[in-house]
């Protein structure tokens, strides 16, 4: 009887232990088995310091964030260099979203044999999941200890101060100016910020600072999740939860777009469409280049060719603020140089630009044209401004299959461009970051010109046949 007791015992043991085992594997089943989340798996491998994924509800996102959190703390991250007494930070929208979301999330990837010490800001320490956590210390596989701290956006800026860190997880949209502090804890250690968001809060900061990545910073990686691309989801509860939604709340909580009221001026643009690998342009194919000129504000300069059939290729660019003309010019020729393109016979670069690059200011007694001519740039300013047929002939090679236009993805700020170029409330776009919008409608607009008419002389290259007649006659 007692021997019976005692097997009996010993089996509830290992049924317990098994049950514990089962209950904490959850890090290892993350990504193996049958079903692997793609998406989550390129976030991990991205080499980047500053990730971030954008996704609807339940797509997965917060998933990446809890498990990239214990893999550095606990020193096994499968993609990255690990490292001994890690200290990092995750920062919630406030206590309450961090004791549901994020800290919950990370208790379910820590095994509890890996705990070293939980402090709490509030609540029990025996009963950590129904507080609010301020640190959890975790045994790292080298032998130290690491330290998984928590913080709060609404703490304000000043309590994000003086820490070196490791890494910084976001969970959901910060303040601007709480993710720059964290930048700055990050620094001397060359850490990690990453963030997991879906965006319901409209064009914001992170928008430009992340999406169109407006620094073009090289460290910066963002993926896309939506209900699809997670395999763990039901068929049939995301083909109801769609149906219940509406098309501006399906587009941020499924698909982790960006809301605007607007919309996008060119939603026909695709990256995987448009956007090709560089390749060497048969010298035929160089059609000219197209420039919105700006000395405070962006000169935005792109060379443009196009095939026998038609198609165009967006091949070069320049893209330069707070210049003068001569870095500008410098910098054009140069571009020309490296891609081999033709100058005229009298060694002129020619260019499409803005008509309003032919008046003159108080400050100049040369107009931007006249100034770019005295440096080999020769400008055509008749161009067609008509915004409205402009942007309809672009949207018309955008949406058209076979695609009619490609551009070369060393031309970062024609494509950042596209990708925010808003409609306001008016019937015209947003006059913000447009100057590669601009030209490309220039360069489009151009080619629909009679090429049967004779080309006139335009005023800038009447007055300097003139001036060059009169020294001429001077000489004799």
């Not at 910084?168 to 060359?190: A, T």
């Not at 879906?198 to 900061?205: D, E, N, Q, R, V």
């Not at 601009?438 to 080309?455: C, G, H, I, Q, T």
Request: glycine share 8%.
């Amino acid at each position: 009887m007692d021997e019976d007791r005692e097997l009996i015992y010993r089996i509830r043991k290992i049924e317990k232990l098994l049950e514990t085992r089962e209950k904490y594997d959850a890090l290892s089943r993350y990504n193996t088995g049958d079903k692997v989340h793609l998406k989550q798996m390129e976030f991990h491998k991205s080499p980047k310091r500053n990730r971030w994924v954008f996704g609807g509800n339940r797509s997965g996102k917060t998933e990446c964030g809890a498990v990239e959190t214990v893999w550095l703390a606990r020193g096994i991250h499968p993609y990255r260099q690990n490292k001994d007494n890690v200290f990092g930070w995750v920062v919630s929208v406030s206590y309450e979203v961090q004791r549901d979301v994020a800290q919950c999330k990370i208790l379910r990837y820590l095994n509890p044999e890996w705990i070293e010490d939980v402090i709490m800001h509030t609540g029990a320490k025996g009963n950590p999941s129904v507080g609010i956590i301020d640190t959890v210390v975790v045994r790292n596989v080298f032998g130290g200890l690491s330290r998984i701290g928590f913080k709060s956006a609404d703490q304000g800026r000043e309590k994000f101060q003086g820490a070196s860190l490791d890494f910084v997880w976001f969970d959901e949209e910060p303040p601007q100016d709480i993710y720059e502090e964290c930048r700055m804890r990050v620094l001397d250690k060359k850490g990690d910020l990453f963030g997991t968001m879906t965006p319901l809060k409209g064009l914001t900061w992170v928008y430009d600072e992340i999406y169109l990545n407006r620094r073009q910073s090289k460290e910066v990686f963002y993926v896309k999740m939506e209900w699809a691309d997670n395999p763990f989801l039901d068929k049939e509860e995301v083909e109801e939860m769609t149906k219940s939604l509406s098309e501006d709340a399906l587009d941020s909580r499924r698909y982790g777009n960006f809301r605007t009221f607007g919309g996008l001026v060119y939603p026909e643009f695709s990256p995987d469409i448009h956007v090709i690998e560089p390749f060497d342009v048969p010298f035929e194919w160089q059609d000219t280049i197209s420039i919105d000129p700006g000395l405070r504000n962006p000169l935005s300069a792109h060379f443009y060719c196009s095939d026998n059939d038609g198609n165009i290729y967006v091949v070069g660019e320049h893209y330069a603020a707070g210049k003068d003309i001569d870095y500008h010019a410098e910098k054009i020729k140069e571009t020309a140089d490296r891609l081999g393109w033709r100058r005229n016979g009298e060694g002129f670069l020619e260019v499409l630009m803005d008509s309003a690059a032919t008046q003159r200011t108080l400050s100049s007694v040369k107009s931007v044209a006249e100034l770019f001519y005295e440096r080999g740039i020769k400008a055509d300013c008749r161009v067609n401004k008509d915004m409205f047929s402009g942007i309809n002939r672009v949207k018309s090679l955008f949406a058209a299959r076979p695609a009619k236009i490609f551009i070369f993805k060393n031309c970062v700020n024609m494509i950042r461009e596209i990708k925010g170029y808003y409609w306001g409330n008016s019937d015209l776009p947003i006059k913000k970051d447009d100057h590669a919008m601009d030209e490309l409608r220039y360069y489009v607009m151009s080619r629909a010109r009679n090429p049967f008419v004779k080309k006139e002389l335009d005023e800038i290259e009447k007055n300097y046949r003139k001036l060059a007649a009169a020294a001429k006659r001077g000489g004799k």
